[in-house]
């Protein structure tokens, strides 16, 4: 079945430091969302796209559904930007259904 | 506001009873999803509602039901909840945007632990 395959699994940063997660899909998918689980396990959107970039304070994302990937930059990372970060992928069709990443647990250090 | 509620936060079920779990949102959006989440694993879709029609994903067909009496109210039932329905609960919800695009709002989880 179509598949979400997100990486790293976990990323430790320097504060002040920058990196990138990445998705990859097994197939054409028509939109992508970024959340990050806060202190109290929520998801908190952070884009969503169905194609191109947005940018977002430190935070940038990019779609392309041709190269059935997404990344999400996090450039001068602080403290607060740990947790564990997921990507979604809306698979073909009109059910508006996301596939999940394993999610990617980043750990910012002083 | 964008929240989408759940009750209750957690909750502790035998094996072989009931469990319903709740979630509200008042957004007027016209979908309401119903995914399941266990440990180092990801989130899956068990069903979803588009208005008042229920889609169910063919490999828990059997095992979850739902209704949705109104757009701001979803449930999802367990009839003879087993050890492996223990996971995280995850309510969410959409509204179809320009060229059928669906953006989804997450609630915070109900976390489910059958005994």
């Known amino acids: 079945g179509d598949q979400v395959e997100q990486s790293p699994s976990a990323l430790s940063l320097h504060e002040g430091t920058g990196s990138a997660l990445r998705c990859n899909f097994t197939?054409?998918?028509?939109?992508v969302q970024w959340f990050r689980k806060n202190s109290r396990g929520s998801l908190i959107n952070l884009f969503y796209?169905?194609?191109g970039t947005k940018e977002n304070g430190r935070l940038k994302s990019a779609f392309d559904s041709k190269e059935r990937y997404s990344t999400l930059h996090i450039r001068d990372a602080q403290l607060e930007d740990s947790g564990t970060y997921f990507c979604?992928?809306?698979?073909?069709?009109?059910?508006?259904?996301?596939?999940f990443g394993l999610g990617t647990t980043l750990q910012v250090q002083p | 506001d964008t929240t989408v509620k759940q009750n209750p936060r957690y909750k502790l079920a035998r094996v072989g009873k009931p469990v319903n779990l709740i979630c509200s949102q008042t957004?007027?959006?016209?979908?309401m999803y119903w995914y399941q989440k266990k440990p180092n694993q990801a989130p899956k879709l068990l069903l979803f509602?588009?208005?008042?029609?229920?889609?169910r994903e063919a490999d828990t067909f059997e095992k979850f039901q739902s209704s949705r009496p109104n757009n701001s109210f979803c449930s999802l039932y367990i009839g003879s909840a087993g050890l492996e329905y223990s996971a995280m609960y995850l309510c969410?919800?959409?509204?179809?945007?320009?060229?059928?695009?669906?953006?989804?709002?997450f609630g915070p989880g109900t976390r489910l632990t059958v005994l």
């Open positions: 969410a919800s959409s509204r179809v945007l320009l060229g059928g695009r669906f953006e989804q709002y």
């Open positions: 197939t054409t998918m028509r939109a």
């Open positions: 796209l169905a194609s």
């Open positions: 979604a992928a809306e698979a073909a069709g009109n059910t508006g259904k996301l596939i």
């Open positions: 957004m007027n959006h016209d979908t």
């Open positions: 509602y588009y208005d008042k029609i229920l889609n």
